[in-house]
């Protein structure tokens, strides 16, 4: 059965910080690794998608990295904001012969910047 | 424009009520997904439209009945729901469900808080 599991369920940081999201998962067959962000009651925003060959992925200060011989990612924020607080969803996707692409979700990490 | 719109953004409905949810898209994306989200819970998959057919239904209740009219265009109709259906439902478009990879990005709308008395 394909799985992610994200670690911590919920983190509280202080605004400036750093911190590191944690993503495993058993997904198959792997098409990429995605990780949203969403804030309460809206959608999830798409931060950062790798595929099997993509080491690291960066978007402004957001940082994400894909081992894919260990099935592990993670999303590093640097120099935390107010405006950081959200879940982040880890999200992987497989592409079964002649299907239809088939996303898994992550049940997400809270993330709390406090000033 | 990568926007996907909802409307409404808060719907209340008793349980003999019918109702419509809708979602719009014009980054001419073929693969068109209704998805389900509880508090705390990370979506999940109610249905997926493929150039405008039905591809998937994850075994969801009758009571949602969804609809492609076309490219654009997708409703979730709503008739006699449960209390327990209450919950914030996200529509979500891609270029084309069949395909993977970076250029098959999901794009999801702002959400519908739905709350079933």
């Known amino acids: 059965k394909n799985q992610v599991e994200q670690s911590p369920q919920s983190l509280i940081i202080l605004e400036g910080k750093n911190c590191t999201l944690q993503c495993n998962y058993t997904v198959s067959p792997f098409s990429n690794l995605r990780w949203y962000k969403q804030d309460t009651g809206r959608g999830p925003v798409s931060l950062t998608i790798m595929t099997f060959s993509e080491n690291t992925k960066s978007n402004g200060r957001y940082t994400a990295t894909l081992d894919a011989d260990t099935k592990q990612s993670s999303l590093h924020i640097t120099a935390s904001q107010l405006s950081d607080s959200a879940s982040y969803i880890c999200?992987?996707?497989?592409?079964?012969?002649?299907?239809?692409?088939?996303?898994?979700f992550g049940t997400g990490t809270r993330l709390t910047i406090i000033p | 424009d990568t926007e996907v719109t909802q409307t409404p953004k808060h719907l209340v409905m008793g349980m003999t009520n019918k109702k419509s949810l809708k979602c719009e898209q014009h980054?001419?994306?073929?693969?068109m997904y209704w998805y389900k989200q509880k508090a705390k819970k990370p979506p999940e998959l109610m249905f997926v439209?493929?150039?405008?057919?039905?591809?998937i239904n994850e075994s969801v209740p009758s009571r949602f009945s969804p609809e492609c009219p076309n490219s654009s265009l997708l409703n979730l109709h709503l008739h006699a729901l449960q209390p327990e259906d209450s919950a914030l439902y996200l529509c979500?478009?891609?270029?084309?469900?069949?395909?993977?990879?970076?250029?098959?990005?999901?794009?999801f709308g702002p959400g519908t808080r739905l709350t079933v008395l």
């Open positions: 980054m001419g994306h073929r693969a």
């Open positions: 979500a478009s891609s270029q084309d469900s069949r395909a993977g990879g970076p250029q098959n990005e999901q794009f």
């Open positions: 439209y493929s150039y405008e057919k039905l591809s």
């Open positions: 999200v992987v996707s497989a592409i079964p012969n002649f299907g239809n692409e088939k996303l898994t």
